[in-house]
């Protein structure tokens, strides 16, 4: 480990101020600033994860780290959530974007503020920070966006490729039990119950909207910043990991816009880089501080000797549960565009060749078995859940495949599949893997895609009739992967993959006639990072202690009748906070069930609750979510409880019936 940076003046902090916005509603903050009365450069983080409590942990691993090198940092809790006053209706709302940019301006215009400000995040505090960079306000100088997604449609936890992800309906479970805790006492003062009661009795449950808009539509382009990227009017530093699929917004956004965005992706998942897992990790905190002096110290004068990307190139792992270091090596590029050539292979015969052959094809299996080996997501940070070996999901779909290579290939940017299909099931659904195969035949899954056949290329509903049968484009996300050379590279075809995604409602037969894959491959042997990323420094907040943190545990059975039951459980983990004399708790479960033979039997059902103890009460939040559907509809069945020293003080249930229009 390297050692921490050495700080350069003393902190205050300031444990509770209000911001207030136009109309009248005040936003909760945590400042730390340089003591002194001096005006510095501030940074701002906004997110709905409770500063007092849920994620403090974290924010004292960035925030103190920053101000003592000359920074004034604020973590901000959103409209209705945490300590903030005001009621949250869903994500990325208008009240929610336009209360960022209020808070910028707030911030600059303060005394111990010299007017420039950057922001940053993670997940939805990455995402906030990348839509403040359209049309950015005059403070705003730069920022850094963090496991952020730039299309939400297809790079969020809803759908992906048109088909439901059942990451949605976790998160449906997640954020209501994350909203539906109580402000703090101590920090809002007597009114903190009525704040609470009023923000219970106004919850909304975002999920029945979030499957209903099974297109892309303008719901889900509201936010997307792939959708605006050309009114980015500041730097931008995009953070990724490729166990988790929100990386896609890196290298897409530099080859986007390579004047304005710099990009770092890493082998982790839904983490900050320091903490990043699978390994190795870096030191987040050094890094951005040289992106901060740069733009909010020096106003970006002189160069940033940057490279435009710097990419964990990763190579073949055995597959397991979860690793703690991946195999590879950091490397630097410009942007994919300028530094690929296209190689087309054709679909032919079951092999991927590189000569066009006549031989005829075949029909895509739907088995309700494949995506067994898929792994969770990457989605929400959980320890391990990464993808298996795929050799029995491969059995079971349409395989296209090399001979061995005999030179390595490096894949370096965005593959896409292009094929002619036909399906009397207008919803049927293309799931496709590609797969690097080991000479012993285990294979290990570089990418994962998605396609509805009832929606047109720009994944709307389309204006006419689908033909069929019709030529149908997938885009994989992108990738930086070295495949070695006796491997073979390998395309894996199927109708279904569950548990990650919601199924068709009837068995498709799709037939396949023509396809073609073409990868992006980088032209030359990749160059070597000049200059070594730095390796995390040990900052562990001295205010906190976990208490419990039991390993999450997955479990895969087949009952009597033939139901597959895929679940996890994380079990009760807890960390006590010393300079607020609380604690915070938390457990979740997942449980996925299927009969082969009947798409009509999917259901999952999510738990996630929450526990707050403070010393005037303990606090429980619990939400559990349950959907299936029929051939027309989807059933949602959510309840929500919440108890204070005990006693239910709320609780709701929400039973939509959201139509299937689409699959």
Request: net charge negative; with cysteine; glycine share 8%.
């Amino acid at each position: 480990m390297t050692n921490p940076i050495e700080p350069a003046c003393a902190v205050e902090e300031i444990e509770h101020l209000w911001i207030p916005m136009p109309d009248g509603i005040r936003l909760a903050a945590r400042l730390w600033r340089p003591t002194g009365g001096d005006r510095h450069p501030a940074i701002l983080e906004i997110i709905p994860y409770r500063k007092r409590d849920m994620v403090r942990a974290r924010d004292e691993r960035n925030h103190p780290v920053f101000a003592a090198h000359g920074y004034a940092c604020l973590r901000v809790d959103m409209r209705g959530s945490g300590d903030s006053e005001g009621l949250m209706a869903d994500m990325y709302s208008e009240a929610e974007l336009a209360d960022t940019r209020h808070v910028i301006e707030w911030i600059a215009a303060q005394p111990w503020c010299d007017g420039r400000v950057g922001m940053f995040g993670t997940s939805w505090g990455g995402t906030a920070s990348l839509q403040a960079s359209v049309d950015a306000p005059d403070a705003l100088k730069a920022v850094i966006a963090v496991c952020a997604t730039h299309d939400r449609y297809e790079d969020d936890i809803h759908h992906k490729g048109g088909c439901l992800l059942t990451d949605s309906i976790e998160w449906g479970a997640t954020l209501p039990a994350i909203l539906a805790a109580p402000p703090d006492s101590t920090t809002v003062g007597p009114r903190w119950r009525e704040m609470w009661l009023d923000r219970l009795e106004n919850l909304a449950f975002p999920l029945e909207i979030w499957i209903r808009e099974e297109a892309r539509g303008a719901y889900w382009r509201h936010g997307s910043v792939i959708h605006r990227h050309d009114a980015i009017s500041i730097p931008v530093f995009c953070v990724g990991g490729w166990s988790d699929r929100y990386s896609n917004s890196v290298m897409s956004l530099v080859d986007a816009r390579p004047d304005m965005v710099w990009g770092l992706v890493g082998p982790w998942g839904h983490h900050y880089p320091d903490v990043g897992h699978p390994g190795p990790a870096v030191d987040f905190q050094r890094i951005a501080l040289e992106w901060w002096d740069h733009w909010l110290k020096r106003d970006g004068v002189g160069e940033l000797e940057w490279p435009r990307l710097r990419l964990w190139l990763r190579e073949f792992d055995r597959p397991m549960d979860a690793l703690d270091a991946r195999s590879g090596g950091w490397v630097e590029a410009g942007p994919p565009s300028s530094t690929t050539t296209p190689l087309t292979l054709h679909l032919t015969d079951r092999r991927l060749s590189e000569v066009l052959d006549a031989g005829a094809l075949a029909e895509i299996p739907f088995d309700l078995r494949v995506g067994e080996a898929g792994g969770d997501t990457g989605y929400f940070g959980r320890f391990g859940g990464l993808p298996l070996d795929q050799a029995e999901d491969d059995r079971r779909s349409l395989i296209f495949e090399t001979e061995p290579l005999a030179e390595e290939l490096i894949l370096f940017g965005a593959a896409a599949l292009h094929v002619r299909v036909a399906s009397p099931q207008p919803g049927a659904q293309v799931a496709a893997r590609l797969c690097d195969v080991a000479p012993d035949g285990v294979s290990a899954r570089i990418g994962l895609a998605f396609r509805n056949l009832a929606l047109d290329d720009d994944l709307d509903p389309p204006d006419a009739p689908l033909g069929c049968p019709r030529d149908v484009s997938i885009s994989f996300h992108t990738t930086a992967y070295r495949i070695r050379a006796g491997h073979r590279l390998r395309l894996a075809l199927s109708a279904s993959y569950w548990p990650t995604a919601w199924p068709s409602a009837e068995a498709a037969r799709i037939g396949l006639s023509m396809g073609v894959l073409t990868l992006p491959l980088h032209r030359g042997p990749p160059l070597l990072l000049a200059q070594p990323l730095p390796e995390p420094a040990l900052r562990r907040p001295s205010s906190s202690t976990p208490l419990a943190q039991p390993p999450l545990e997955r479990r895969l059975q087949t009952t009597p009748a033939g139901v597959r039951i895929a679940e996890w459980q994380q079990p009760f983990a807890s960390l006590r906070y010393h300079a607020t004399d609380a604690t915070f708790g938390y457990e979740a479960s997942a449980r996925h069930t299927i009969d082969p033979a009947d798409p009509l039997s999917a259901e999952s059902l999510f738990e996630h609750s929450l526990r707050f103890e403070r010393p005037d009460g303990v606090a429980e939040t619990h939400c559990r979510v349950c959907v299936t559907s029929d051939a027309g509809q989807f059933r949602i069945d959510g309840t929500l409880t919440v108890t204070w020293n005990g006693e239910v003080v709320f609780k709701r249930r929400w039973t939509p019936e959201t139509p299937r229009r689409l699959s």
